[in-house]
């Protein structure tokens, strides 16, 4: 808080080499979430222990769920030696003690400096007779210097792909697709998982972490929760009639691998997390189901509209802030703009080459009214800085965010990673029409709520 409070308004200092309070999360986390999307699947961080712990504590503070992760425990020796030793006697303990059917591991910032070779030690490992029959060991390389947690996720799903996803048989399942949800909330893959079924499609969803992060509770500890995409599934990927990958930078990787290996076709949309979003989502579901649409979708759809066309005078000609991972931040920008509500400031420190470029595209006319920063210095001391030299009527991020909104008693919708100081995110979905609803409801009572609070009492109106 004090070093927000520090936080100047004014001329604005370009900084090369300097983050402050960044807009990004550290890459293992990304792969960690992502692996824990695996049924039976136990997620090794291979370095050292304070690394691990971080990852899962940050995990289990934003889920309210006990995360499961092992890991190599580098100490002075294996910084300098290398961390092999480390990780054959792990894949030992590991699959002696729990039993998991897959153990993967990512890499973190030391075990990539020393240049760890994890295929050499798995094969190392199994030539030992250290990985039992039936099991596996899948990796993703994840130093934290070159990306964030959405590239680790990207990473170690392309990796489910590279190890498990098999073609049969040149004939594919007709109605069966493939969806890669990108990094969304475990309510969000399950809100996935019913529209697809609802236009009358099998699917594929991986990583799935529904029933893994969002369990009910029963009294019992189970290390291997019931959800997850199973082994047995991840090889079917490659008989499936296409993938539909949601989220460029988290999912694209490994919809391309998935053609190139088992020649699945794949289309590579937004995440459907808004109106036109998920009318995209819906439109390319249609080409495998007979072009139907279900009532009941329609239906979700209208209302979504009616939503949108009831509370308009709420959200015109409001301003946002948003910061968080690029594939959230266009498609909610997108959002925003649908209910006429400007994304006047927006920042990621996650890289990716396409996202100035997709910002545009959704920002169309209004681009020049806005102002978005990616990378270094892409951060919210910075996204603090323009909200001193000028305010905004709402924030949307992640808890990080709270230190500004208190400060300049601004509301916050908190939506992203991590959310740390509030439930709710891990249970209802923001994608689909039935997601944003909800999301233009979070909106709708941050901004209801400041007029309530802030108008003079002439205009405090008891129906609004
Ligand atoms: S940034 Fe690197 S060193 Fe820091 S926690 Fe992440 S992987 Fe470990």
Redesign the pocket.
Known sequence: MTLLRHTRGGEITERQALTINPAKT???IGAMYAALGIHRCLPHSH??Q??CS??RSTLSRHYKEPVMAATSSFTEGSSVFGGQANLLQAIDNIFTVYQPDVIAVHT???SETIGDDIPQISEKASEKGLIPDGKCVIHAST???VGAAPTGFANMTAGMVKYFSKSTSPTKVADRVNVIPGWVEPADMREIKRIVAAMGLESIVFPDTSDVLDCPQTGMHEMFPKGGVTVEQLRATGDSAATIALGPICSDAAAVELTNKCGVPHTTLPLPIGLEATDRFILALREYNGGLVPQEITDERGRLIDLITDMHQYFYNKTAALWGDPDQLVSLSELLLTVDILPKYVVTGTPGKKFLRRMGEVLQERKSEVQVRQGTGADLFLMHQWIKNEKVDLLIGNTYGKYISRDEGIPLVRHGFPILDRVGHQFFPTVGYRGAIRLLEQILEALMQRQDDQCSEERFELTM
């Open positions: 550290c890459q293992p370095g050292s304070g690394c971080y990852h973190t910032c030391l130093p934290s210097y």
